[in-house]
């Protein structure tokens, strides 16, 4: 395993490259995060003023949506931006390797660990590498696992063990369990499987794992397609809403503020257009920071719930956007959540390295990546978080993090990840599908 003090360590020649590519760039933008608009564009502008970025439906792609409606694409000469809805991450990774020249796209709203899979060749067809690089973190913690209606007297928490008993009883009389997330290796699938572990459940034996799209979750659990999932907003809200189901624990409430999407782009894309890149970056984070306003936040909710984007009742968004969460099934109301999405306050935007290094080591635990993987070289190539420290200047952005690790991380039932020390994490874990 990979000591993650040598990810920090030595110059980038990438990097040079770069900032010799955006020099010119750089000094023509304003360095406050609201410039007049079009002032990328008057200088040294970018190669090229168009990118083909994918969405699926869900609120942490809220800042795609905002830099295109406000404007904040534009701003920085960015100026032919399509910005499409992906009907499944499948699809996402599809139009990924396909490319803008080949009828797919050039980036994505992506789920972290992603770009990994798609560059190691992982989950593309015929196992073929895809090299992508990851500009940025698009938001923090804001997923949730919901269960459906028949568990409602269990009233289930970040506690898995009251679910084992349940799930083995439905087993003894014949039936079948399932868990679903959006792909396998992502996110989703590493929260859902993370519970289930912590309470004994082992996802590899003791329940069917199946990949449904996020917009399908809510329709599938209606007819019983399976026990318990794990998705973003609106979906675990909407389940809710329509006495399907209810919501077990928000995903913070597992690791407070974990890392979740991200924004990437094609390598080949980074590489020919650093400057365009760049401004699809600075455009993304204004975006973002415009997200995490409080006074935004019913106007954001107003925006997802265009059809365009996410397609779904405003009432099913806008609460959990604000950070009060009625779970259902009786459960407490919480307002003011500390486990609510954020979109820039805690450095939600800056992609760590060492979060990039949790979800390779979790991904060799359920065995998507090969334990004998070269984690530092693959993190150096693709987490591009010198270019976000790069953008983050241009826009006179404070607080920027010192490291790129956050440190020693603590989960919900006390297992530790320390960055330097991955192998002893794993090792502290009992059910594991890696030997």
Known sequence: MTDFRTLLSGASTRRQVLRAGTSAAATMIAAKTFAPAGAFAQGAGPETTKAKLGFIALTDAGPLFVAKEKG????YGMTEVEIAKQSSWGTTRDNLVLGSAG????????????????????????????????????????????????YADLKLGVDSKP????????????????????FPGGTHDLWI???????????????????VPPAQMVANMKVGTMDTFC??????????????GYTALTTGELWDKHPEKAFAMRADYVETNPKSAKALLMAVME?????????????????????????????????????????????PLVENSPFRMRYWDDNAGY?????????ITEDQRWGYLPADLDAKALIDKVNREDLWRDAAKDLGVSGVPAS??????????????DPEKPADYLASLDIKRMA
């Open 72 to 75: 904040f694409f534009d701003k």
């Open 231 to 244: 998705v973003c907003e609106p979906w675990n809200e909407q389940l809710k809403n329509q006495k399907i």
């Open 351 to 359: 992609p760590y390295k060492s979060h990039d290094l949790w979800f």
């Open 193 to 211: 499987r993370y519970w289930l572990a912590a309470g004994g459940v082992d996802p590899n034996k003791d329940i069917q794992t199946i990949v």
């Open 287 to 331: 975006a973002q920071q415009w997200c995490e306003k409080p006074e935004n936040k019913q106007e954001l909710a107003t925006i997802c719930a265009k059809r365009n984007w996410i397609g779904a009742p405003v009432s099913d968004i806008d609460e959990r956007m604000k950070g009060n969460f009625d779970y259902g099934a009786g459960k």
């Open 404 to 417: 790129a690790s956050r440190g020693v991380e603590k989960f919900f039932d006390g297992k530790v990840f």
């Open 103 to 150: 009828g797919g796209i050039d980036g994505a709203h992506i789920l972290s660990p992603m770009p990994y899979l798609i560059t190691t060749g992982a989950v593309t067809q015929n196992k073929q590498p895809t090299p992508m690089m990851i500009l940025g973190r698009l938001n923090v913690a804001g997923q949730c696992i919901s269960v459906g209606q028949e």
């Open 163 to 182: 679910f084992k008993a349940a799930l083995e009883a439905k087993k003894a009389g014949g039936k079948e369990v399932k868990a679903a997330m959006t």
